[in-house]
Nanobody, 120 residues
């Protein structure tokens, strides 16, 4: 499945951004999650929802601030990011998997990253 992430940008701490992930025609066969990778850091799990948009799961560092949602009719997955912090600065990737989970190794298909920069 093809994935394309968008919506990144530069914001000040405390601000918000909404990332979008557009998926191809086989979207409904996959779980789609968000990951991020900051400079010099490993890829980090951010959020995932199941194939029908339920069972959201979040990384500990974003719980209570980020919300993942899925619109199957539009083949889109969104990541609403509120109260952004400088440590959220990273390239954000959406990825698709046949299995639900937080490990990057489960995900077969990856979109290109969209950069989020949060200044203090």
């Amino acid at each position: 499945v093809q994935l394309q992430a968008s919506g990144g940008g530069s914001v000040q701490a405390g601000g918000s951004l909404r990332l979008s992930c557009a998926a191809g025609r086989t979207f409904n066969n996959y779980v789609v999650g968000w990951f991020r990778q900051g400079p010099g850091k490993d890829r980090e799990f951010v959020a995932v929802t199941d194939k029908v948009g339920g069972s959201p799961m979040y990384g500990d560092s974003v719980k209570g601030r980020f919300t993942i949602s899925r619109d199957s009719a539009e083949r889109m997955v969104y990541l609403q990011m509120n109260n952004l912090k400088p440590e959220d600065t990273a390239a954000y990737f959406c990825a698709a998997s046949y299995r639900y989970g937080s490990s990057p190794t489960l995900y077969t298909y990856w979109g290109q990253g969209t950069q989020v920069t949060v200044s203090s």
